[in-house]
Structure formats: C-alpha cells, structure tokens
C-alpha cells in the first residue's frame, strides 16, 4: 500500500497536481496495491476542489480518511474513513484492538452538527473556515515580503495554516527556533519533518494571530534570524 497526502501538505502547504494524482492511481491498478489517501486539510483548499484518489477509484483500492478537527474544533479530534465494504470488516477489526473507541463526547457533537446543518451546511461551513485561512495566508506573505524577503524563499501555500520557508546561510534551524522562542515566537525547524539530518527549513503558522500581531511575530522573526546570523559570522 502507498500512504499519500494529496491536498495541503504538512508542512509545505501544496497540493499534488491532478495529472500527478492520476499516475500514482494508474501505477495502484498496474501493479495491484492499495492508497491510503490520508487527506486531513482537504476541506482547507482555497481555490477549486480537488479530484481525490477515491474519486476515481473504479477497482475498489482506495482507503480515505478524513478530518474534522481542521474544519469544525481543534479540540474535536475525529476523522472519518471511506473505504470498499470489502475491506471495511479487516479495518473494524484493527481498529477494535488499537483504538477501542472514539471519544463518545466527540461523537456525539459532531453528530448534532450534522443533523442540524446537513451536508450542504457543513460544506458552506467550511468554504467559511477555509476562505478565513486564505486570508491570514495573504497577512503572512504580506508580512513575509516585507521582512524576511532578503532572508528566505517560500512558495505560497494553495491551502491550509502553514508556511514553509527556506531560510538563506543557515544549514539548520533546531538553535533558531529555541532563539525565537525566547524572543515569544513559537516556529518549527525543519528537522522535526524528517527521520535525521539537518535542514534550512522552518515552519510559521498563521492560523490564530489577527493581521497586526502576525505582521509583528514575523518581524521579530526577522530581527531573530539576522541576530542569528550575525553572531555566526563573528
């Protein structure tokens, strides 16, 4: 089996190309495996909807899952699994001795949100949501541009809540993020994305600070990643 993440890459924030999705789905019934399309930020795509695996699954060798936690509460950790009912028996079983069972509470919410809004209610909901995080993207490269443009590269993300940039002179990230966070901006290094190795890479969320206080996180930032790299170069 291949395990994809289609739509809204962590950390990168881009989404495969559609003729991209149709080779790997092709090469799946060539060769006879299985894709387990994980696709948690499906619903945060800013532009138009994307063609998944399993919607053009005709031999029955897709598994999806899905997340609500993105879209309806962070706290609202449960997802949901579209598979062929072949399958679904050998899933309920693995899922009976790893899990046990999902948070009733959850359950429970997410059932009270369905009834009441129904399917075309949750999708107005999270065009909502996802057109919210288009915005803040818009704030953060704004911000980006101005501050750290002479500092990284970063290719604007088509979805999602993150940014992922490449900073210039720096072979690793993991000491800048524990400076910045001195400095009261919590960011990731690259690093924590790969099994070893170093990387220039960080990654900035925007999805909880309002315009003003981002543009600030990011300018300090900035005044961080030059103190950094000035003190290497003494």
């Not at 107005?124 to 288009?134: I, K, L, M, P, T």
């Not at 924590?192 to 990011?218: N, T, W």
């Amino acid at each position: 089996a291949v395990v994809s993440t289609q739509s809204t890459g962590n950390p990168s924030g881009a989404n495969v190309p559609e003729e991209a999705r149709r080779e790997i789905y092709r090469l799946a019934c060539q060769y006879d495996f299985l894709i387990l399309e994980d696709d948690p930020y499906y619903f945060l795509n800013y532009g138009k909807d994307l063609t998944t695996f399993l919607s053009m699954d005709t031999e029955g060798r897709v598994i999806r899952l899905d997340s609500l936690s993105k879209v309806l509460c962070p706290g609202l950790r449960i997802g949901f699994l579209t598979c062929p009912a072949t399958l679904l028996p050998y899933l309920e079983r693995h899922y009976s001795v790893t899990l046990l069972n999902s948070c009733n509470v959850s359950q429970v919410i997410a059932m009270s949100f369905f009834n009441k809004v129904g399917h075309a209610g949750f999708l107005g909901h999270a065009r909502s949501v996802a057109g919210h995080y288009e915005s803040q993207r818009n704030a953060a490269v704004q911000a980006l541009n101005r501050h750290i443009a002479d500092l990284g590269t970063w290719i604007t993300p088509e979805a999602g809540m993150f940014m992922w940039v490449r900073l210039h002179g720096f072979q690793d990230t993991t000491a800048l993020a524990k400076r910045a966070i001195d400095q009261g901006v919590a960011i990731v290094p690259g690093a924590a994305f790969q099994l070893e190795g170093d990387s220039p890479y960080i990654r900035l969320s925007f999805s909880v600070l309002p315009p003003k206080q981002l543009e600030e996180a990011i300018e300090t930032l900035a005044d961080t990643i030059r103190a950094v790299k000035s003190e290497s170069a003494e």
